[in-house]
């Protein structure tokens, strides 16, 4: 099982990034998907998820409205759209399944400043 993020960087705030996380080694359109991010100095929280077919959405209250996750079941692939960037959503951004049950990948830096 392998999880790989990707399409972090650094951005002005108001900018946008779209994340991307390669999974592999499971049945990807059989299971819900989750982004996840761990701020400097926090605890890792839950950003989005969707359900295995992709029609099913929820965000957490700090970024809806703003991020939009959708999955390509064809290529194992879940997205993570972020419009609107602020300076706390500074993160190591990360996806697995729900209650993450698989191991972490190495995540991918988004940094948002001046």
């Known amino acids: 099982v392998q999880l790989v993020e990707s399409g972090g960087g650094l951005v002005q705030p108001g900018g946008s990034l779209r994340l991307s996380c390669a999974a592999s080694g499971f049945t990807f359109r059989s299971y819900d998907m989750r982004w996840y991010r761990r701020a400097p100095g926090k605890e890792r929280e839950f950003v989005a998820h969707i359900n295995s077919p992709g029609t099913i959405t929820k965000y957490a209250d700090s970024v809806k409205g703003r991020f939009t996750i959708s999955r390509d079941n064809a290529k194992n692939t879940v997205y993570l759209q972020m419009n609107s960037l602020k300076p706390e959503d500074t993160a190591v951004y990360y996806c697995?399944?729900?209650?993450?049950?698989?191991?972490w990948g190495q995540g991918t830096q988004v940094t948002v400043s001046s």
């Open positions: 697995n399944r729900p209650y993450a049950v698989l191991p």
